[in-house]
């Protein structure tokens, strides 16, 4: 339903992040139950879905799937989402995080060769190119993406999309102003930003920090996704930021022809008024443009 001047997105995509699951759903630093609070962020999605808020056209996740690379945290992984992607009609992007082992993630989740070799695709949803980037160092927790795999992005970016390319990565290529955050930052990154200069880059996903956060990389907007598992506190003073069970979100990524939006939805909802029916659309849709701003527009008079 087109009620503006902007006519409905594309395609939409969820973004998700940092499930940091644990085999046998060991308590996650031993506090956080890392298992149920993706089952309830995945309930939320599900929910969302039936009651037709949203057409998903992908489900990805930016890194840390696993907290330390365990195979019985990424089958466990693959039992909990697979069914929910396949209730969608969604593919599943999986994304490396500095948490992560490559060798487990290949071979667990993605069915690959247990090696070493950088986790990376590409997936086309009916025009919008999405890029998975691996920027884990294996035995490091910072972030990188090596030469190769910059070639190989820029290989891929010489021959546009026809709805544009939106990149998904672990370490977000922004500043934190959480002190010591920037020791495991990605690295190099003006060799990333020369890798998409010129490129149909419409967007890049990231997470890693269990914070929502946004801002720009070489001209290209950043949109971090809070954690699932557990998010951090960045309302008490930066020295003493620490993480809590509360406050979890994922995001939606809207594609429109002329922009990319992204909306943080909260896992935990309250009943919702009854302002805004079906009834209430309904009698909008019908009205002109014009009847429509005097009605929803325009200000009743002063006293």
């Given at each position: 339903m087109q009620?503006?001047?902007?006519?409905p997105a594309r395609r939409t995509i969820v973004h998700l992040s940092d499930t940091h699951l644990l085999a046998g759903n060991a308590p996650l630093g031993g506090l956080?139950?890392?298992?149920?609070?993706?089952?309830?962020t995945l309930g939320?999605?599900?929910?969302?879905?039936?009651?037709?808020?949203?057409?998903?056209?992908?489900?990805?996740?930016?890194?840390?799937?696993?907290d330390l690379g365990e195979p019985g945290a990424y089958l466990r992984l693959r039992e909990l989402v697979e069914p929910?992607?396949?209730?969608?009609?969604?593919?599943?992007?999986?994304?490396?995080?500095?948490?992560?082992?490559?060798?487990?993630?290949?071979?667990?989740?993605?069915?690959?060769?247990?090696d070493e070799q950088p986790v990376t695709g590409v997936w086309d949803l009916g025009g919008l190119r999405l890029v998975a980037l691996d920027s884990s160092v294996p035995g490091w927790h910072h972030g990188e993406i090596d030469e190769e795999?910059?070639?190989?992005?820029?290989?891929?970016?010489?021959?546009?999309?026809?709805?544009?390319?939106?990149?998904?990565?672990?370490?977000?290529?922004?500043?934190?102003?959480?002190?010591?955050?920037d020791i495991l930052e990605l690295r190099d990154q003006p060799a990333l930003a020369d890798a998409i200069a010129g490129s149909d880059v419409r967007a890049i996903?990231?997470?890693?920090?269990?914070?929502?956060?946004?801002?720009?990389?070489?001209g290209v907007p950043v949109s971090v996704a809070a954690a699932s598992c557990y998010t951090m506190d960045v309302a008490r003073p930066p020295l003493r930021v620490n993480g809590m069970d509360a406050g979890q979100t994922f995001q939606l990524v809207h594609v429109y022809d002329d922009t990319v939006t992204h909306t943080v939805v909260p896992v935990d909802a309250?009943?919702?008024?009854?302002?805004?029916?079906?009834?209430?659309?309904?009698?909008?849709?019908?009205?002109?443009?014009?009847?429509?701003?005097?009605?929803?527009?325009?200000?009743p008079p002063r006293p």
């Open positions: 009620l503006g001047q902007h006519a956080y139950d890392a298992e149920a609070n993706l089952v309830r939320r999605l599900e929910r969302m879905a039936e009651d037709g808020a949203v057409r998903i056209d992908a489900l990805v996740f930016t890194g840390d799937l696993t929910v992607a396949a209730r969608l009609d969604a593919p599943v992007v999986w994304v490396a995080g500095n948490h992560d082992e490559r060798p487990e993630l290949r071979r667990d989740l993605l069915g690959l060769s247990a795999q910059r070639q190989w992005l820029r290989d891929l970016l010489a021959t546009p999309a026809p709805l544009g390319t939106i990149l998904a990565l672990h370490h977000p290529p922004l500043p934190s102003h959480v002190p010591l955050f996903l990231a997470g890693h920090l269990h914070y929502s956060m946004n801002g720009v990389f070489a309250d009943d919702p008024a009854a302002f805004f029916t079906p009834d209430w659309y309904e009698r909008m849709a019908r009205l002109t443009p014009q009847q429509r701003l005097e009605e929803f527009s325009r200000k």
